[in-house]
């Protein structure tokens, strides 16, 4: 039996990664993501935190495309999402944080303005509503990252925490 509240969660990661909203998840999404992003901390494409960006961003896609786009369209439907994504990440969120990891880094980068390799709770929420998250949401998800508290979001913590908010525990 599958709860509602289960399905409810898989529909906003599914959303999550549709950034244009037109019902499936394919490359410009991902392009979309790392845009908003470089746009959020006002950031240019051709710098180097920018390029490393746009190539984590098209590895998270094509392995997301490797897991999840079983008719080889380069599109993954919801269909395709939650019957292939959903539960093979679940199966293994190793892989997942590895093929997820090149983007977080590049991103935790594009947001560490001082170059310490963290992101502060205000940096991270930044990085969050630029994906698409509401400012509620993305405030109380940036605090729980922080799981030492002391203020301050690492690559290991992103990683984890990304890892566990996508492959969706039942
Ligand atoms: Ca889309
Ligand atoms: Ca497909």
């Known amino acids: 039996m599958v709860s509602s509240e289960y399905e409810h969660r898989i529909a906003a990661r599914f959303a999550g990664f549709d950034q244009d909203g037109n019902g499936y ?3 410009e999404d991902f392009n979309a993501a790392a845009k908003a992003v470089l746009s959020a901390f006002d950031t240019a494409a051709r710098s180097d935190k920018g390029q490393a960006l746009y190539i984590g961003a098209e590895a998270f896609w094509q392995g997301m495309a490797g ?6 369209d380069q599109r993954i439907t919801r269909e395709e999402f ?3 994504a959903v ?3 679940r199966d293994n969120p190793e892989r997942f ?3 997820a990891r090149p983007f977080l ?11 310490d390799r963290t992101a ?3 940096e991270t929420r930044r990085v969050l509503v630029a994906l698409g998250a509401d400012e509620d949401t993305a405030a109380a998800a940036a605090t729980a990252l922080d799981a030492d508290t002391d203020g ?7 990683v984890a925490a990304f890892a566990r908010y996508f492959t969706v525990p039942e």
Do not use: F, N, P, Y
Request: net charge negative.
């Open 87 to 89: 539960k093979r990440l």
């Open 67 to 72: 897991i999840a786009d079983r008719d080889g």
């Open 25 to 27: 998840i394919d490359r």
């Open 120 to 122: 502060t709770l205000d």
């Open 152 to 158: 301050r979001i690492g690559e290991t913590e992103v």
């Open 97 to 99: 944080a590895e093929i």
């Open 105 to 115: 880094h590049a991103a935790l980068a594009v947001a560490d303005t001082d170059g």
């Open 82 to 84: 939650v019957s292939g």
